[in-house]
Protein backbone atom coordinates (compact mmCIF):
# COMPACT_ATOMS: atom_id res chain seq x y z
CA UNK A 1 0.00 0.00 0.00
CA UNK A 2 1.73 3.50 -1.34
CA UNK A 3 1.95 6.14 1.36
CA UNK A 4 -1.01 8.45 1.80
CA UNK A 5 1.28 11.30 0.56
CA UNK A 6 2.77 9.63 -2.26
CA UNK A 7 -0.81 8.43 -3.25
CA UNK A 8 -1.72 11.91 -2.91
CA UNK A 9 1.47 13.26 -5.44
CA UNK A 10 1.13 10.77 -7.96
CA UNK A 11 -2.44 12.10 -8.51
CA UNK A 12 -0.87 15.30 -8.34
CA UNK A 13 0.78 13.96 -11.55
CA UNK A 14 -1.26 12.92 -13.15
CA UNK A 15 -4.12 15.21 -13.75
CA UNK A 16 -0.83 18.00 -14.33
CA UNK A 17 -0.21 15.46 -16.96
CA UNK A 18 -3.91 15.33 -18.13
CA UNK A 19 -3.89 19.37 -18.17
CA UNK A 20 -0.84 19.46 -20.06
CA UNK A 21 -2.54 17.06 -22.81
CA UNK A 22 -5.71 19.05 -23.09
CA UNK A 23 -6.36 20.65 -26.41
CA UNK A 24 -7.00 24.40 -26.59
CA UNK A 25 -10.41 24.39 -26.19
CA UNK A 26 -10.90 22.07 -23.50
CA UNK A 27 -8.11 23.99 -20.92
CA UNK A 28 -9.95 25.30 -18.18
CA UNK A 29 -9.29 29.21 -18.59
CA UNK A 30 -7.86 30.90 -15.34
CA UNK A 31 -6.77 34.38 -14.82
CA UNK A 32 -3.16 35.27 -14.23
CA UNK A 33 -2.53 36.42 -10.59
CA UNK A 34 0.89 37.06 -10.72
CA UNK A 35 2.22 40.42 -9.20
CA UNK A 36 3.61 43.22 -11.94
CA UNK A 37 7.17 42.53 -9.58
CA UNK A 38 7.40 39.01 -11.15
CA UNK A 39 9.13 37.76 -14.37
CA UNK A 40 10.99 34.41 -15.86
CA UNK A 41 14.37 35.03 -16.21
CA UNK A 42 14.96 35.55 -20.04
CA UNK A 43 18.07 33.29 -19.95
CA UNK A 44 17.37 29.92 -19.66
CA UNK A 45 19.14 27.56 -17.71
CA UNK A 46 20.74 24.05 -17.81
CA UNK A 47 21.22 21.71 -15.19
CA UNK A 48 25.24 20.29 -15.60
CA UNK A 49 25.07 16.31 -15.70
CA UNK A 50 21.44 15.59 -16.39
CA UNK A 51 21.47 18.12 -19.13
CA UNK A 52 18.06 19.45 -19.06
CA UNK A 53 16.76 22.87 -19.14
CA UNK A 54 14.97 25.28 -16.68
CA UNK A 55 13.65 28.33 -16.52
CA UNK A 56 13.94 31.13 -13.44
CA UNK A 57 11.46 32.97 -11.97
CA UNK A 58 12.41 36.08 -10.06
CA UNK A 59 10.34 38.47 -7.29
CA UNK A 60 11.98 41.23 -6.80
CA UNK A 61 11.13 43.92 -3.51
CA UNK A 62 8.61 46.72 -4.59
CA UNK A 63 11.10 48.93 -3.83
CA UNK A 64 13.68 47.57 -5.97
CA UNK A 65 13.67 49.60 -8.78
CA UNK A 66 13.42 53.02 -6.80
CA UNK A 67 16.69 52.19 -4.88
CA UNK A 68 20.33 50.83 -4.52
CA UNK A 69 19.66 48.36 -1.78
CA UNK A 70 21.05 45.05 -1.35
CA UNK A 71 18.50 42.22 -0.70
CA UNK A 72 18.66 38.66 0.92
CA UNK A 73 17.40 36.40 -1.28
CA UNK A 74 15.16 33.23 -1.10
CA UNK A 75 15.93 29.95 -3.51
CA UNK A 76 12.91 28.29 -3.96
CA UNK A 77 11.75 24.99 -5.82
CA UNK A 78 8.65 24.22 -7.90
CA UNK A 79 8.68 27.69 -9.72
CA UNK A 80 5.72 27.49 -11.62
CA UNK A 81 4.04 27.33 -8.40
CA UNK A 82 4.76 30.18 -5.83
CA UNK A 83 3.07 33.38 -8.23
CA UNK A 84 0.62 32.36 -10.51
CA UNK A 85 -2.22 30.12 -10.16
CA UNK A 86 -2.16 30.04 -14.74
CA UNK A 87 1.42 28.28 -14.50
CA UNK A 88 0.30 26.20 -11.10
CA UNK A 89 -1.04 22.54 -11.39
CA UNK A 90 -2.61 22.57 -8.14
CA UNK A 91 -2.57 26.46 -7.00
CA UNK A 92 0.38 28.60 -6.02
CA UNK A 93 2.03 30.12 -3.05
CA UNK A 94 0.92 33.63 -2.57
CA UNK A 95 4.52 33.99 -2.22
CA UNK A 96 4.52 37.68 -4.59
CA UNK A 97 1.10 38.66 -2.96
CA UNK A 98 2.54 37.47 0.59
CA UNK A 99 5.91 39.42 0.51
CA UNK A 100 4.37 42.53 -0.47
CA UNK A 101 2.42 42.52 1.71
CA UNK A 102 4.98 42.25 4.39
CA UNK A 103 6.94 44.72 2.26
CA UNK A 104 3.90 47.53 2.98
CA UNK A 105 3.83 46.28 6.71
CA UNK A 106 6.59 45.30 7.77
CA UNK A 107 9.36 46.89 5.75
CA UNK A 108 10.40 43.80 4.69
CA UNK A 109 12.03 43.09 1.48
CA UNK A 110 13.71 39.94 -0.03
CA UNK A 111 14.10 38.37 -3.60
CA UNK A 112 12.78 35.02 -4.22
CA UNK A 113 13.89 32.96 -7.04
CA UNK A 114 11.94 30.24 -8.32
CA UNK A 115 13.35 27.17 -9.74
CA UNK A 116 10.96 25.13 -12.40
CA UNK A 117 10.41 21.91 -11.64
CA UNK A 118 11.25 18.95 -13.97
CA UNK A 119 7.73 17.57 -14.26
CA UNK A 120 7.87 14.41 -14.61
CA UNK A 121 11.71 14.07 -13.42
CA UNK A 122 10.31 16.15 -10.25
CA UNK A 123 10.73 13.04 -7.71
CA UNK A 124 14.37 12.21 -8.99
CA UNK A 125 15.71 15.78 -9.17
CA UNK A 126 14.47 16.64 -5.59
CA UNK A 127 15.75 13.14 -4.49
CA UNK A 128 19.17 13.27 -2.48
CA UNK A 129 18.85 9.35 -2.31
CA UNK A 130 18.04 6.75 -4.37
CA UNK A 131 15.02 4.79 -3.77
CA UNK A 132 13.80 1.28 -4.91
CA UNK A 133 10.52 1.90 -5.88
CA UNK A 134 11.17 5.59 -7.27
CA UNK A 135 14.30 5.53 -9.22
CA UNK A 136 17.76 7.29 -9.44
CA UNK A 137 18.94 10.43 -6.78
CA UNK A 138 19.55 13.24 -8.73
CA UNK A 139 19.38 15.74 -5.99
CA UNK A 140 23.18 16.13 -5.38
CA UNK A 141 23.53 17.59 -9.20
CA UNK A 142 20.44 19.93 -8.58
CA UNK A 143 21.39 21.27 -5.49
CA UNK A 144 25.05 21.80 -7.16
CA UNK A 145 23.24 23.49 -10.49
CA UNK A 146 21.83 25.88 -7.54
CA UNK A 147 24.60 26.82 -6.04
CA UNK A 148 27.64 26.82 -8.67
CA UNK A 149 25.36 28.35 -11.63
CA UNK A 150 21.89 29.94 -10.42
CA UNK A 151 23.26 32.05 -7.44
CA UNK A 152 25.99 33.16 -9.06
CA UNK A 153 24.46 34.52 -11.95
CA UNK A 154 21.86 36.07 -9.54
CA UNK A 155 24.63 37.47 -7.24
CA UNK A 156 26.44 39.05 -9.99
CA UNK A 157 23.18 40.16 -11.70
CA UNK A 158 21.10 41.47 -8.97
CA UNK A 159 21.44 43.81 -6.14
CA UNK A 160 22.20 40.71 -3.83
CA UNK A 161 23.18 40.11 0.06
CA UNK A 162 24.92 36.80 -0.97
CA UNK A 163 26.63 36.11 2.06
CA UNK A 164 25.37 32.77 4.17
CA UNK A 165 24.07 35.06 6.33
CA UNK A 166 21.37 36.31 3.61
CA UNK A 167 21.03 33.09 1.46
CA UNK A 168 17.74 30.73 2.36
CA UNK A 169 16.20 27.76 0.77
CA UNK A 170 12.90 26.89 1.21
CA UNK A 171 10.33 24.18 -0.21
CA UNK A 172 7.62 21.79 0.32
CA UNK A 173 6.97 17.51 0.40
CA UNK A 174 9.84 16.74 -2.28
CA UNK A 175 11.34 20.17 -2.06
CA UNK A 176 10.99 20.10 1.49
CA UNK A 177 13.34 17.07 1.78
CA UNK A 178 16.09 18.88 -1.08
CA UNK A 179 15.94 21.67 1.42
CA UNK A 180 16.35 20.04 4.21
CA UNK A 181 19.37 18.21 2.35
CA UNK A 182 20.64 21.53 0.99
CA UNK A 183 21.19 23.70 3.94
CA UNK A 184 23.04 20.50 5.78
CA UNK A 185 25.55 19.96 2.64
CA UNK A 186 25.72 23.53 1.92
CA UNK A 187 26.10 25.24 5.11
CA UNK A 188 28.42 28.01 4.15
CA UNK A 189 25.98 29.05 1.12
CA UNK A 190 22.77 28.54 3.27
CA UNK A 191 21.55 29.94 6.41
CA UNK A 192 18.14 29.57 6.49
CA UNK A 193 15.74 26.93 5.63
CA UNK A 194 11.93 26.59 5.27
CA UNK A 195 11.11 22.80 5.16
CA UNK A 196 7.23 21.67 4.38
CA UNK A 197 6.23 18.75 4.36
CA UNK A 198 9.04 16.78 4.32
CA UNK A 199 9.63 13.99 2.45
CA UNK A 200 11.36 12.61 4.90
CA UNK A 201 10.02 8.66 4.61
CA UNK A 202 11.70 8.84 1.11
CA UNK A 203 14.74 7.43 2.76
CA UNK A 204 15.81 6.69 5.87
CA UNK A 205 19.26 7.98 5.19
CA UNK A 206 18.38 12.04 5.48
CA UNK A 207 18.28 10.52 9.33
CA UNK A 208 21.84 9.59 9.09
CA UNK A 209 22.72 12.08 7.08
CA UNK A 210 21.67 15.02 9.16
CA UNK A 211 23.42 13.40 12.26
CA UNK A 212 26.50 13.32 10.79
CA UNK A 213 26.50 16.89 9.77
CA UNK A 214 26.87 20.08 11.21
CA UNK A 215 25.20 23.16 10.91
CA UNK A 216 26.52 26.67 11.93
CA UNK A 217 25.40 28.52 14.69
CA UNK A 218 23.74 30.96 12.92
CA UNK A 219 21.53 28.45 11.06
CA UNK A 220 17.94 28.54 11.21
CA UNK A 221 15.33 25.78 10.02
CA UNK A 222 11.42 26.33 10.07
CA UNK A 223 9.63 22.83 9.81
CA UNK A 224 6.36 22.19 8.96
CA UNK A 225 3.52 19.93 8.97
CA UNK A 226 -0.60 19.23 8.61
CA UNK A 227 -1.93 16.82 10.99
CA UNK A 228 -3.81 15.40 8.22
CA UNK A 229 -0.68 14.02 5.77
CA UNK A 230 -0.69 10.57 6.12
CA UNK A 231 0.49 8.52 8.93
CA UNK A 232 4.01 8.89 9.25
CA UNK A 233 4.38 12.74 8.30
CA UNK A 234 3.86 13.70 11.35
CA UNK A 235 5.67 11.17 13.18
CA UNK A 236 8.94 11.60 11.03
CA UNK A 237 9.18 15.38 11.31
CA UNK A 238 8.91 14.97 15.13
CA UNK A 239 11.48 12.61 14.68
CA UNK A 240 13.57 14.61 13.12
CA UNK A 241 13.32 17.76 15.40
CA UNK A 242 14.24 15.71 18.59
CA UNK A 243 17.04 14.61 16.55
CA UNK A 244 18.17 17.49 15.58
CA UNK A 245 17.74 18.96 18.95
CA UNK A 246 19.68 16.13 20.77
CA UNK A 247 22.62 17.20 18.38
CA UNK A 248 22.65 20.74 19.95
CA UNK A 249 20.33 23.09 17.92
CA UNK A 250 18.22 25.91 20.59
CA UNK A 251 14.67 26.62 19.89
CA UNK A 252 16.15 29.87 18.22
CA UNK A 253 17.40 28.03 15.87
CA UNK A 254 14.83 25.23 15.13
CA UNK A 255 10.87 25.77 15.17
CA UNK A 256 8.63 22.75 14.16
CA UNK A 257 4.82 23.63 13.81
CA UNK A 258 2.50 20.82 13.27
CA UNK A 259 -0.78 22.37 11.92
CA UNK A 260 -4.52 21.10 13.06
CA UNK A 261 -5.86 20.28 9.80
CA UNK A 262 -3.61 20.74 7.49
CA UNK A 263 -3.23 18.59 4.30
CA UNK A 264 -0.50 17.97 2.24
CA UNK A 265 -0.99 20.86 -0.79
CA UNK A 266 -0.42 24.60 -1.35
CA UNK A 267 -3.19 25.85 0.88
CA UNK A 268 -1.33 24.96 3.83
CA UNK A 269 1.78 26.11 2.76
CA UNK A 270 0.73 29.30 1.45
CA UNK A 271 -0.91 29.94 4.52
CA UNK A 272 1.74 29.60 6.75
CA UNK A 273 4.40 31.59 4.35
CA UNK A 274 4.03 34.95 5.79
CA UNK A 275 4.57 33.31 9.68
CA UNK A 276 7.46 31.38 8.31
CA UNK A 277 9.58 34.58 6.64
CA UNK A 278 9.13 36.19 9.97
CA UNK A 279 10.70 33.66 12.11
CA UNK A 280 13.46 33.11 9.40
CA UNK A 281 14.15 36.56 9.09
CA UNK A 282 13.54 37.96 12.30
CA UNK A 283 16.67 39.52 13.22
CA UNK A 284 16.28 41.65 9.69
CA UNK A 285 12.69 42.51 10.84
CA UNK A 286 14.62 43.82 14.31
CA UNK A 287 16.99 46.08 12.30
CA UNK A 288 13.67 47.60 10.76
CA UNK A 289 11.60 48.01 13.64
CA UNK A 290 15.08 49.87 15.51
CA UNK A 291 15.59 52.23 12.19
Not at 62 to 88: C, E, R
Not at 252 to 276: A, D, M, P, R, Y
Amino acid sequence: MLNLTVQKYLLVLLSFSLFQGCSETEVPKRASTVSSNVEVIAQTFTIPVLNRKRNLRIYLPPDYHTSDKHYSVIYMHDGQNLFDDVTSYVGEWNVDETLNKLFVEKGLSIIVIGIDNGQDKRMNELSPWPNSKYGAAEGEHYMEFIVKLVKPFVDKNYRTLSDQKNTAIMGSSMGGLISHYGIFNYPDTFSKAGIYSPSYWFSDEVFKFSDAKKLHKNSKLFILVGRKEGPGMVKNVNKMSNQLITNGLNLEQIKTKVVKGGEHNEKLWSSEFSETIQWLFSEQLKKIIKK
